[in-house]
DNA sequence: TTCAATTAGTTGACACGACATATATGTCGT
DNA sequence: ACGACATATATGTCGTGTCAACTAATTGAA
């Protein structure tokens, strides 16, 4: 098999079984993998309009997010008030019992980082982030994970 | 950001962009990348019951992928057969016109495997499939790229 | 000032992907 | 031969993701 095509695969395997030990994780909190992306974006970065919000996401690219929202509007865990200069823009921001989820998803993002942690040992990771960024750097995701990682 | 978290998202996007340019290639042979990931596997493995497909995807990890390929067998491209000794299973394969896609699916995805041959331009990957490896090894989908790679 | 762009968000449609449950069909012990 | 178990596949439900088309609010140029 080829390298690129190995490559290909190795990734989305890699995703396809993160999330799912991530959404496995969540499940007795409720809420899926991007919501929790939500949520932990609007902690470190809210308050945000829902485009704003999708510039900062990796897991949506492109789309404006509203659906995703709206799902965690309903559950209550976020609060979307109509901005007072512009009636077009939207102000998302945690509710109370939206802040007081970030300490749990944070403990289970944590014990996903440890099995990524695991999966490095004794590697040197240089080159991994060298080909990863280099291959989205053009991206949207990949420029939303800039956006991030800057602010 | 934190290395493991900084890799987890490198991999979402990485994934995510793979997936979206992938598909608006193949947009205009009216499949999708995971079809055209069936379509491959069958091309390359076939004759297969539904679950050992299943169990060379990384598309789909755990479940049967009846509904993948009921819309490959709407769309005409692929023939399941009851199987003579045991009525459980199915037997898939391509039909003549399934097979006459490969060629175009394999283009398409030479041209994925040429950017991600761009990004990988003087790095040293080895480090890169060690981590990725280490990584999906006991899961499901990193088994069934084993199992691709070796037949 | 008025009306054509532009911008922000919503909604419809479709195909995944994951989990759970259901339905055949076959196997094996007794 | 019968029934408990196991196997292969199908189906229901939910939450994404993506593309495209739509509405509403604002801007700005003739």
Redesign the pocket.
Known sequence: MRPAEELRYLILAAQ?EG??ML??ALRPLGI????AEVIRVLQEHGPL????LGELLV??????P????D?LVALGLVR?DVAAH?????DLSLTQEGAELVRQIAEIEERLYQSIDAAAEGRELGQVFAFLRAFVADLPAGQALVRRARS
């Open positions: 396809r999330n799912r959404g496995q899926t993998p991007s919501q309009s829902l485009n704003g897991c949506e690219s492109g789309n404006s509203s659906r995703l929202v799902r979307r512009d009636r077009r823009h939207i």
